[in-house]
């Protein structure tokens, strides 16, 4: 079936670090893919979503390429802030399968100053 | 704008009891859907909806009820609460379902049964 791996967390940095948050997943054919981001005591809100091979998605300085030859749509960010600390969700979703999310297990990411 | 509301925030309930999480949205958005987040695990989906009078089960319904009586509503029902429902439930709507869609989510319900 379907499946979605991340990194383990939690990932601590010093500001202005290189961020990258590993991400592979398992589907037949060519799912779309998310990252979702999850600020402390709030629900989850899109980051960044690509739909097809190659595409890359982007904001707020983060980026994720989508590469169908690796299965994987790592995320990546070239300076942290303070308040990027969050936990980040990858995520795919099939066109055939009513827009529900497979999720991997989240990695916390923790920024200090 | 709303987006996608959820009542009550925070809960704790006895072994045994039951309770209703309600979720609500103002987008009008066909489908809906009910998650659960454990600590390290992501989230897994419990039901879904992709329309009013229709629901359907996700990965892990056992122990839960749905219903879908309208576009903007869509309760879940917990019968007889045990220790592992202990979690954080989110409620998500998206407009329509062809997989490539942004997912709106409420801010969460946290539940501890003890």
């Known amino acids: 079936g379907n499946s979605v791996t991340q990194m383990e967390g939690p990932v601590t940095l010093s500001e202005e670090a290189f961020l990258t948050i590993n991400c592979t997943y398992t589907?037949?054919?060519?799912?779309?893919l998310f990252w979702y981001v999850q600020y402390p005591g709030e629900g989850l809100q899109l980051l960044l979503k690509a739909t097809k091979a190659d595409d890359k998605g982007s904001n707020k300085g983060f980026e994720a390429t989508y590469r169908k030859e690796t299965t994987s749509f790592h995320l990546e960010k070239g300076s942290v802030q303070v308040s990027d600390s969050a936990v980040y969700f990858c995520?795919?979703?099939?066109?055939?399968?009513?827009?529900?999310?497979?999720f991997g297990q989240g990695t916390e990411l923790s920024v200090k100053p | 704008n709303a987006g996608v509301t959820q009542t009550p925030k925070f809960r704790i309930l006895k072994i045994g009891q039951s309770m209703t999480l309600q979720c609500t949205q103002d987008m009008n958005h066909n489908y809906m859907y009910w998650y659960r987040q454990d600590p390290g695990m992501g989230l897994k989906l419990i039901y879904y909806?992709?329309?009013?009078?229709?629901?359907d089960k996700g990965e892990v319904p056992n122990g839960y009820n749905v219903s879908r009586s309208t576009t903007e509503d869509f309760p879940l029902r917990l019968e007889l609460a045990a220790p592992s429902q202990t979690s954080v439930y989110f409620c998500a709507s998206i407009p329509e379902g062809s997989g490539n869609t942004e997912a709106f989510f409420g801010q969460g319900t946290r539940l501890t049964v003890v």
């Open positions: 589907a037949t054919g060519y799912p779309s």
């Open positions: 909806s992709v329309g009013a009078g229709i629901t």
């Open positions: 995520a795919l979703s099939h066109y055939n399968q009513g827009g529900k999310l497979i």
